[in-house]
């Protein structure tokens, strides 16, 4: 057995504590004798390796449980109460339909609040706020637990439309003022040539903002099972990188450089939708995926992201229970180390474009879509049985599209006219999704 063997059972182990211990709570002194159990299975069986290892599984399994419950205890209590206090948009405000919500972090409460005020007057990342209201527990619905939603993200309080006074807005992060200031320049560009539901769509497809979507269309989402490519998740940064770099690859560059590109365009997607915590992860893990491919050993892109995915909940073991799009991460890679090749081979009468490869692309989309589709479900309660040909028809072109976005909208923040020439692929791409969107969302609903 591998050393590098060895180290993924670890991690898998820590992980496999996690998740027990996210189902059912695990008692201190269960977990004691558990480690214990560990310790002698090491001391006594030492020579042999394969049950000393297996007593180091015990072990960390105990240590993930063990990491779940401390973050679980750690949680401050949020007592209601009137309060007034002084706090700064720790995030970019999202905009909703008929509210928006505040991010607020404040050095004298117990974690982050969210904030629900109206849209005007309009708040920006960095300014300090003087805020009177009433804080309160967020609550727990019949169908959807909204307090442990919000608690992977560090929020563990709420206030709806309290008294706001601005003090100033020079505090926050400067690179992330930036970067959220070039996002929404980038927008503002953008909506000067397309109009909706295309803008909808693109803001949704590239930000992973979801609020110039109308309900009718978010609808329609829901209705083909197509959702998903209005998040900024692991599993569309996964399939566009993989996509980007077969492509690349398809048009005559070597793997080094097909490699380093799409890195480059990795990372420049990460910083213009203003480096979220969720695209950060979703970069890393696309990122080693991308480094696996590159050296020619996919069975190791399984270890590497894995060991990455262990880092994470080590800081943040709520990302495993409570994050989807941390979940489509790891089973979008999975998908396309374990099932990709077995497509291409069931694809091989397809026609292979030079410039294009086909039979790459759908192979990457279906290996993702099947391994991802029982947490589609499980989380969105039914998924249509024509989901996976709706997502074959629109996910293969998502990687181009994502390219030509960014091209049109940079030229038209440096010279209008020229994003004016560009908005018309740019229109004519989205008109293509959001068409087959259209007929899909009409035909009869089989669920």
């Known amino acids: 057995m591998t050393p590098s063997k060895i180290f993924l059972y670890f991690c898998l182990s820590f992980v496999g504590g996690i998740f027990i211990s996210s189902l059912a709570s695990i008692s201190q002194l269960f977990m004691l004798g558990i480690l214990i159990f560990g310790a002698f299975l090491i001391s006594i069986f030492w ?10 599984c ?38 909703g339909e008929k ?34 209201g009433k804080l309160e527990s967020p609550p727990v619905f019949d169908e959807f637990n909204y307090r442990d939603y919000l608690r992977k ?45 295309e803008s909808g769509i693109l803001e949704a497809l590239v930000f992973g903002d979801e609020s110039g979507i109308s309900k009718e269309w978010k609808d329609k989402l829901n209705l083909t099972g197509t959702r998903h490519i209005a998040a ?29 590109f799409t890195v480059i365009l990795l990372v420049l997607y990460v910083l213009m939708v203003g480096a979220p915590a969720s695209a950060v992860r979703a970069g890393i893990m696309g990122a080693l995926f991308l480094t696996a491919q590159y050296l020619g050993r996919l069975s190791a892109a399984l270890r590497a992201v894995v ?8 800081l943040n073991p709520l990302l495993l229970i409570l994050d989807i799009g941390f979940q489509l991460s790891f089973l979008a890679i999975l998908g396309i180390i374990y099932l990709q090749p077995r497509f291409i081979g069931w694809l091989k009468r397809l026609p292979d474009p030079k410039f294009f490869p086909l039979r790459a692309t759908l192979a990457s989309t ?21 989901s996976p040909v709706t997502n074959i028809l629109i996910v ?26 560009l908005s018309w692929p740019v229109w004519l791409s989205l008109s293509y999704v959001t068409g087959v969107i259209d007929v899909f969302s009409k035909l009869p609903k089989i669920w």
């Open 396 to 421: 293969p072109f998502l990687a181009p599209i994502t390219i030509i976005i960014f091209v049109f909208g940079l030229s038209s923040m440096i010279f209008w006219p020229l994003g004016y020439v």
């Open 232 to 260: 900024v998740s692991g599993m569309n940064i996964t399939i566009i990188s993989s996509l980007i770099l077969s492509f690349l690859l398809s048009l005559g560059l070597w793997r080094k450089q097909a490699f380093y």
């Open 366 to 386: 279906l290996a993702a879509q099947v391994f991802t589709l029982p947490i589609l479900i499980y989380n969105f309660g039914r998924v249509p049985i024509l």
């Open 153 to 197: 993200d560090g929020i563990f309080s709420v206030m709806s439309w309290p008294k706001i006074e601005i003090l100033s807005a020079d505090a926050g992060n400067p690179i992330t003022k930036f970067l959220l200031s070039f996002k929404n320049k980038f927008k503002e560009s953008i909506r000067r040539f397309i109009s909706p539901p």
């Open 47 to 56: 020579h042999h390796k394969k049950i000393a290892i297996a007593g180091f």
């Open 307 to 314: 060991f990455a995915g262990t880092i994470m909940l080590a």
């Open 58 to 95: 015990v072990m960390f399994f105990v240590l993930g449980a063990w990491r779940l419950q401390i973050v679980w205890s750690d949680m401050p209590q949020i007592q209601e109460r009137n309060i007034t206090f002084i706090g700064m948009v720790a995030d970019e405000p999202a905009i």
């Open 99 to 132: 509210v928006a919500k505040l991010t607020i972090k404040s050095d004298t409460i117990g974690g982050k609040i969210l904030i629900t005020v109206d849209h005007y007057p309009e708040y920006q990342y960095g300014d300090k706020l003087k805020i009177t």
